[in-house]
């Protein structure tokens, strides 16, 4: 372990390790402070531009956001890829305001993955009090009443990918004027935009591109990012236009204490060591614990921080765990003095525009000390004087970690950042390895705008706001023109010798998010009061008929659920049973892509339907997790089609590594379950995006067979991944269970928080010997 000096954060890390028995850190990483260099304001800059940021307390840029604004200026495409804190906004608010400032006719065009990132850049532009510039936000929580005025006066624009897409795009007549005007397109944090989402926001901004330029535009794009892996070809690849990068952070940074967690083994036969209340943990509470929940223990750091009077943010994975964490923070607190459980709060998506906006407001002014928030408040929205993070399980990739991390510690000042690792795999894994964190370079943004399943849909839509030309298809990119003459022969697209025309009166229906629909209303049966939302892809795990749902700490019990009209009822009851929903998957290979040969071993990559129902849920009880019973439920499959990276054995092979023919079904499903909680090693993933499927015998292949599939329409570029690097992939697999020091299996190894079979049957030994057969065979 890395020694560091006293300071502030290491004190408080000290008091924090010290309140239980044993120490629970595996390593601290000291990261330095850095000075800044500061750069002279472009001359291009008008004199009301310097003046405005000075009264806000910037009294010159730092270097990179001086080269990133000039090149914008200077009408070049680029990208901004530094560490969080480092000023981005900065980098394009110079260039976009400048123009304003010197065109009275201009405008610009932000795009933010959240509201409340864009809610956050909305105050940050007003607040510099620029005569004529008009910024407005304009997404769905904009009032109808304000719509028309925004489209017609605002000239800094504040949106997101999905109103550009649902709003503006299709009603480009009535933003003709705006889009004529159109000079800056700003795309923050632009490395949200991977897998299928990011796919879908590359043809939304093609589509945005076209509809500028029927109306004689060509706009700049300024794209901000947190450093990641070849910015500039990501970028290029979103945009669909040649991106130069910055990447030399320039801005001052305080020192980071960050360490690394690992919760205390329990004692035999104990559910709990928390000395607050048992709650449901949201976390792999379907599993026997082997390690304290990682909730808990979050729950339980939160607390401790906040009686010490430090700000703290907790990420958390879930909304179910953000909800889990704030509750059991509050509980702790209020036992320890009355009234102090008042200053945590949870933070997560699904809440109504007025409560997002007053936990923002009220952690901004101080009013709340803690708040364990999802990653909604990963990104730029800026939290002055946050003194420390926790971190509740791996985000999934080494960009989002620093992400979370960087939210403390603004403005200069010495940071606390902890990572608390979840009973799972790759956090076991990663606490016990901090190489592959703090050694390893940030992941590349991987998105793939070719694919199919998004490219068609995307056209659709496209040909809906004005007939595709042969000319508009190069803009789409590879295999446009296939896509299009698969329309024209399903009907969806009538060719003529103008172009190809929509046919039908509809708009097409394109989830931008891949959540599997339309977001379901949760509303109070006995008020009718609307409490949040859930996107369509979770409702049937989380709000089917029985289910407890969370919400500010309050449980309530699902009545009904209205998948037709997107609704489910529920009433307030606080059970002493958490509920857990139960999936049956079935797969088909359709074609392969590629293989490798390695004589009893086979590595495929390839097209596979998935189909998936959930069938059941069990109740559990709370302080004891014995399962109370298991109820049916009766909702609608789900099929999926998708990329597949998948390995087969021989029957014989296993039998001469010592895998008897009744152990390999539990063989499989153990390295099935740890392979998918490490593939988010080596792709920007996390094991929520993947899924997987594991046979003694599958019918498509005659071979016992492990499937890991990307869990969205058409790919993601995960399974990709994981076919490219399967040798280390799976040898960081083989690595992760052989060193786990439990005896028959556990969360940290091949258990897994979403199984559809209750982790049953499962071996471990066993799945040591079937990746050892895999990697003696296949080539490095």
């Not at 000239?155 to 709003?167: A, E």
């Not at 459980?341 to 809440?351: E, F, M, P």
């Not at 999934?396 to 795999?425: H, Y």
């Not at 559990?620 to 399962?627: F, K, L, Q, S």
Request: glycine letters at 10%.
């Amino acid at each position: 372990m890395q020694d560091v000096t006293s300071s502030p954060p290491v004190d408080l890390l000290r008091r924090l390790r010290a309140r239980g028995a044993g120490d629970p850190v595996t390593h601290v990483e000291r990261v330095p402070a850095r000075v800044g260099v500061p750069a002279p304001w472009p001359a291009w800059a008008p004199p009301e531009l310097p003046a405005a940021f000075a009264r806000r307390g910037v009294v010159a840029p730092w270097q990179h956001q001086a080269e990133a604004a000039t090149l914008a200026y200077e009408g070049g495409h680029v990208i901004v890829a530094t560490g969080t804190a480092s000023g981005k906004s900065l980098a394009y608010q110079l260039p976009a305001l400048a123009t304003l400032l010197a065109d009275p006719r201009a405008t610009v065009l932000y795009l933010a993955p959240t509201k409340a990132l864009a809610a956050d850049q909305l105050r940050a532009v007003a607040g510099l009090e620029l005569e004529g510039v008009r910024p407005a936000c304009y997404d769905g929580d904009t009032p109808r009443a304000e719509r028309e005025w925004i489209r017609r006066h605002s000239r800094f624009v504040l949106t997101n990918p999905d109103m550009l897409h649902h709003g503006i795009l299709p009603g480009h007549a009535q933003w003709s004027g705006f889009l004529r005007r159109l000079a800056y397109v700003v795309i923050d944090e632009c490395h949200t935009y991977r897998g299928v989402f990011g796919s879908h926001v590359a043809h939304v901004l093609r589509r945005l591109r076209r509809q500028c330029a029927r109306f004689g535009a060509s706009p700049v794009f300024v794209l901000a990012s947190a450093t990641s892996g070849d910015p500039a070809t990501a970028a290029t690849r979103l945009t669909g236009l040649p991106v130069t990068a910055v990447t030399e952070d320039t801005s001052p940074r305080g020192g980071v204490t960050f360490a690394l967690w690992e919760p205390p083994l329990l004692p035999p036969d104990s559910g709990s060591s928390s000395p607050v209340p048992p709650q449901p943990t949201g976390d792999h509470d379907d599993l026997r614990q082997v390690r304290r929940s990682a909730l808990r223990e979050t729950a339980d750091l939160l607390a401790d921080t906040v009686a010490e009077g430090v700000r703290t943010l907790a990420f958390v994975r879930s909304r179910k765990g953000a909800e889990v964490v704030a509750a059991n923070a509050r509980r702790a607190l209020d036992d320890a003095v009355p009234g102090l459980g008042d200053r945590v709060a949870a933070y997560r998506g699904g809440y109504l525009r007025e409560e997002r906006r007053e936990l923002e407001r009220a952690l901004l002014h101080g009013d709340l000390l803690g708040l364990a928030s999802t990653n909604a408040l990963e990104l730029g929205v800026d939290l002055v004087g946050l003194d420390a993070v926790l971190i509740c399980g791996y985000p999934g990739t080494r960009a989002s970690l620093w992400q979370q991390a960087g939210r403390a510690g603004r403005s200069g000042q010495e940071a606390l950042a902890v990572l608390v690792a979840r009973d799972d795999p790759l956090d076991t894994y990663l606490v016990h390895h901090p190489e592959a964190i703090f050694g390893a370079p940030v992941e590349a943004t991987v998105l793939d705008p070719a694919n199919p399943y998004v490219l068609a849909p995307q056209l659709a839509c496209a040909a809906a706001e004005a007939p595709l030309t042969p000319a508009d298809l190069a803009l789409f990119g590879d295999g446009a023109k296939e896509a299009v003459d698969e329309l024209v022969a399903t009907g969806a697209l009538r060719q003529r010798p103008t172009g190809w025309y929509w046919r039908h009166r509809e708009r097409p229906e394109v989830d931008l998010r891949g959540e599997g629909g339309a977001p379901v209303c949760v509303v109070e049966s006995a008020t009718g009061r609307l409490l949040g939302t859930v996107d369509g892809g979770s409702s049937h795990f989380l709000l089917h008929p029985g289910a407890v749902y969370l919400h500010q700490g309050v449980s309530y019990v699902v009545d009904e659920l209205d998948l037709a009209d997107g609704c489910a009822l529920v009433h307030v009851e606080e059970p002493d049973w958490s509920t857990h929903a139960r999936d049956v998957t079935d797969l088909s290979v359709m074609s392969v892509r590629s293989y490798v040969d390695a004589g009893p071993v086979g590595m495929f990559l390839g097209e596979v339907d998935v189909t998936s129902q959930v069938v059941s849920y069990q109740r559990r009880r709370i302080a004891t997790g014995e399962v109370i019973d298991t109820r049916p439920l009766d909702l609608p499959a789900r099929e999926l089609r998708t990329v597949a990276v998948w390995f087969t054995l021989s029957e014989q092979s296993l039998t001469s590594a010592g895998v008897q023919p009744a152990d390999v079904p539990g063989a499989l499903h153990a390295a099935e379950h740890a392979a998918i909680g490490l593939l988010p090693l080596m792709a920007t993933c996390d094991r929520w995006d993947i899924g997987g499927l594991s046979t003694a015998v599958h019918p498509d292949t005659e071979a016992p067979t492990v499937f890991v599939y990307d869990g969205h329409p058409g790919g993601a570029g995960f399974a990709e991944r994981a076919y490219g690097t399967a040798s280390a992939w799976l040898r960081a697999t083989r690595d992760a269970i052989a060193e786990c020091g439990c005896e028959a299996g556990c969360p940290s190894c091949v258990q897994s928080p979403k199984c559809g079979n209750g982790n049953n049957p499962l071996s471990k030994p066993d799945a040591i010997r079937v990746l050892d057969v895999v990697l003696r065979n296949l080539p490095s």
